[in-house]
């Protein structure tokens, strides 16, 4: 079946640190693959998508590159910054199915 | 921009009570779904909701489960009896089309006591 594996947290920077968070998925077919984000107490908001293999997402500095010869979709930043403390859940959203497939999340904390 | 909006924002309740949870999707869209994440866990699907009748749903929603589009712009969640375990957040989302971007709403909690 379809599901989403990414890395355990939590992740401690500190400010101005480059960000990996990795990802990689088991599907069939060919899903759209999302990086949502949950900042405490919050909902989840859409961070970056992408629908096709070798398409980047980006947003708020953030990447992410379908890599569809590794089913990888690691999320990445340049340079973090203490707002960007949150949840970070990997997911999938598979062609004909109706329900997105998230992974664990992985806690970032970022300090000053 | 639109949103995905929820009420109430934390629902408190006895258990064995009932306990209906509100959303209100984006409003030209017709996919609707809901999800929970049980506290510091992974969000797990629910049910998926199309032409006014389940299209899918996970082995977590029994029973106890409802869902419903009583109107134009309303789509509900029942939990007929209350349990400890279902305890959550509780997210509504909705989409244009059954392959495009789910759009989460702000999350339900809900306290079973």
């Known amino acids: 079946g379809n599901s989403v594996t990414q890395m355990e947290g939590p992740v401690t920077l500190s400010e101005e640190a480059f960000l990996t968070i990795n990802c990689t998925y088991t599907?069939?077919?060919?899903?759209?693959l999302f990086w949502y984000v949950q900042y405490p107490g919050e909902g989840l908001q859409l961070l970056l998508k992408?629908?096709?293999?070798?398409d980047k997402g980006s947003n708020k500095g953030f990447e992410a590159t379908y890599r569809k010869e590794t089913t990888s979709f690691h999320l990445e930043k340049g340079s973090v910054q203490v707002s960007d403390s949150a949840v970070y859940f990997c997911?999938?959203?598979?062609?004909?199915?109706?329900?997105?497939?998230f992974g664990a999340g992985t806690r970032l904390f970022v300090k000053a | 921009e639109p949103e995905v909006t929820q009420t109430p924002s934390h629902q408190v309740t006895q258990m064995g009570q009932e306990v209906i949870l509100r959303c209100v999707p984006i409003?030209?869209?017709?996919?609707f779904y809901w999800y929970r994440q049980i506290l510091g866990q992974k969000v797990e699907f629910l049910v998926s909701f199309y032409n006014n009748e389940i299209s899918e749903k996970s082995e977590i929603f029994d029973d106890q489960f409802s869902v419903e589009r009583p109107d134009g712009s309303n789509f509900t969640l029942k939990i007929r009896s209350t349990k400890l375990e279902d305890s959550a957040m509780y997210f509504c989302a909705s989409s244009p089309n059954g392959r495009d971007t789910q759009y989460f709403g702000p999350g339900t909690r809900l306290t079973v006591l």
């Open positions: 599907a069939t077919g060919y899903p759209s």
């Open positions: 997911a999938l959203h598979n062609t004909g199915g109706f329900k997105t497939i």
């Open positions: 992408a629908t096709k293999a070798d």
């Open positions: 409003s030209n869209h017709l996919y």
